[in-house]
């Protein structure tokens, strides 16, 4: 019977190399915890207020896609569709518009 090591027992003894994301974007996606549906809309995506716009999101208009995004920077968001697929948006500094 195999003998099972303690956490710190197996780092000690070595070997053990963590998984490191393949490029600093998809660390980015890693560190992204925060995850929310969305409808598109013609208009963009509304979301805490804001409305992000790309001309990307026109082909799903009327489809729900999942958004992820770092809650300390609302500048930025990334648009996950059904086949994996993202985009990533921006507030433009000069089309932020307040939802009532």
Known sequence: MEQRKTPINAWNDGGFLPNMPESLESLD??????AKPRKVHSDGIHFQGLRFI???LAAYVGETV???YDPRDLAEI???TKITIYVRLFVPTLQVIQLI
């Open 29 to 34: 996606l890693l560190l992204l915890h925060v």
């Open 78 to 80: 990334r648009v996950f």
């Open 66 to 68: 999942v958004i992820r």
């Open 54 to 56: 790309d001309i990307t």
